[in-house]
T-cell receptor
Framework: KAGVTQTPRYLIKTRGQQVTLSCSPI?????VSWYQQTPGQGLQFLFE???????NKGNFPGRFSGRQFSNSRSEMNVSTLELGDSALYLC?????????????FGPGTRLTVL | TQLLEQSPQFLSIQEGENLTVYCNSS?????LQWYRQEPGEGPVLLVT?????EVKKLKRLTFQFGDARKDSSLHITAAQPGDTGLYLC????????????FGKGTSLLVTP
């Protein structure tokens, strides 16, 4: 089975721009979660989607949004980029129906905001 | 607010030494996971512990979940250079769905 894929792997943007990141989960997985990883804060949960519905949301401003398509692929969007948004953005997929369901992470998208 | 505190933050040891990494919280978790992450890659799951007091072994790695399900430890015996990486613990709080709370990680360097 192919793993979780994320595109693009690297991205450079300037302040004020917006960006869209994409995540393709493992085939058959219906849950996709997004995390932001920075040296100072570590990994922080952004949101989780299951069957095209946002099921859980972390403590991030409304500039961060996401969606999930019927094929379980997910996108996240960040509008009005700030320097502090520079981070590694990771998505993780899982079956989505068990309390201790394993989450499998993709390689991440490295976003740099100049 | 960091729900999970990991210690130590950095660890540099020589090949063959033993080490223990700790993950502590004041919150109860329905499960706790340990990941290893290498530069430029996403975290890779090592183990999931679910039951209080549970001990799991993965070759030279031993994982323990505290009786109260608030803390965990990872012990590596006879560390090897291939063990180098960032070790992360992550907990699923009860009724939090798939929102994992991560510690900031322990960066381990094993030199030959």
């Amino acid at each position: 089975k192919a793993g979780v894929t994320q595109t693009p792997r690297y991205l450079i943007k300037t302040r004020g721009q917006q960006v869209t990141l994409s995540c393709s989960p493992i085939s058959g997985h219906r849950s996709v979660s997004w995390y932001q990883q920075t040296p100072g804060q570590g990994l922080q949960f952004l949101f989780e989607y299951f069957s095209e519905t946002q099921r859980n949301k972390g403590n991030f401003p409304g500039r961060f949004s996401g969606r999930q398509f019927s094929n379980s692929r997910s996108e996240m969007n960040v509008s009005t980029l700030e320097l502090g948004d520079s981070a590694l953005y990771l998505c993780a997929s899982s079956g989505g129906q068990g309390e201790t369901d394993t989450q499998y992470f993709g390689p991440g998208t490295r976003l740099t905001v100049l | 607010t960091q729900l999970l505190e990991q210690s130590p933050q950095f660890l540099s040891i020589q090949e063959g030494e033993n080490l223990t990494v700790y993950c502590n919280s004041s919150s109860v978790f329905s499960s706790l996971q340990w990941y290893r992450q290498e530069p430029g890659e996403g975290p890779v799951l090592l183990v999931t512990v679910v039951t209080g007091g549970e001990v799991k072994k993965l070759k030279r790695l031993t994982f323990q979940f505290g009786d109260a399900r608030k803390d965990s430890s990872l012990h590596i015996t006879a560390a090897q250079p291939g063990d180098t990486g960032l070790y992360l613990c992550a907990g699923a709080a009860e009724n939090s769905g798939y929102a994992l709370n991560f510690g900031k990680g322990t960066s381990l360097l094993v030199t030959p």
